[in-house]
């Protein structure tokens, strides 16, 4: 029992060390992945490093090229919006939902978060306003749904790229700042169609400059 349980450690260790670097580009899109050289940088063994590549492929972040190997998957410009029309779908119903449901410490954890992004923005730590940013659309699906929440948190996950892979200015930052702040206030004053209008605008204007932006370099 032992055994499995530190194996099972040492898989979602390997999960979360690949996803991130595949996240911030240190693994660029269609870069192949060797296992054996993944299992040397992390000082894990292969078979945990194969059931984490297992797991990323069924996220939709790495996919296995016959007689190849494993490749970190390259989203379309097409399929970066289609995972935005996901959200759409997901955030606008989960959003009305915690205007419903949230709790007093779901409202005041929102509001932390949102301080907290405020700090990184004025101080241009662009990751941890990044963080801050992913924080605060978990907490709303969460109040709204817990199911919800976990699957748009792979759809988050795979979307995360986004920031990396995209050129942005410090009013794009700014712009994502008010609008999750419109939000919270629609959420504060039980305002239901006030704060998933809200939402939608953020994601329409997120959508927006997602196509408008020039690809970065990482």
């Known amino acids: ?3 499995g349980s530190r194996s099972l450690s040492l898989a979602d260790k390997a999960y979360e060390a690949i996803k991130r670097r595949i996240i911030t580009l240190d693994y660029r899109p269609g870069q192949f992945l060797n296992e054996l050289s993944v299992c040397k940088l992390l000082k894990i063994g292969r078979m945990p490093v194969h059931q ?4 990323l492929m069924r996220e939709g972040l790495v996919e296995v090229i016959p ?3 494993v490749i970190v998957r390259p989203d379309s ?3 970066i919006l289609e995972l935005m029309e996901a959200r759409w779908v997901l955030e606008s119903y989960c959003t009305g939902l915690a205007v ?3 709790s007093p410490r779901d409202v005041e954890e929102l509001g932390r978060l949102l301080r907290h992004a405020r700090q990184h923005l004025d101080a241009h730590s662009i990751d941890e306003f990044m963080r801050a940013d992913r924080a605060f659309h978990s907490r709303i699906a969460a109040a709204g749904n817990s199911i919800l929440s976990d699957t748009l948190r792979t759809i988050h996950e795979r979307a995360a790229r986004i920031w990396y892979l995209q050129v942005w200015t410090a009013a794009d930052f700014t712009q994502t700042q008010g609008e999750h702040e419109a939000i919270l206030a629609a959420i504060k004053r039980g305002d239901k169609d006030g704060a998933v209008s809200a939402m939608q605008t ?3 204007s997120l959508r927006r400059r997602i196509v408008r932006a020039p690809e970065g370099q990482g």
């Not at 984490?52 to 797991?55: I, K, L, P, T, V």
């Open 1 to 3: 029992m032992a055994r």
């Open 52 to 55: 984490a590549m297992h797991r």
């Open 202 to 204: 953020h994601l329409t």
């Open 77 to 79: 410009l097409n399929e």
């Open 67 to 69: 007689r190849k190997g």
């Open 100 to 102: 419903e449901r949230a």
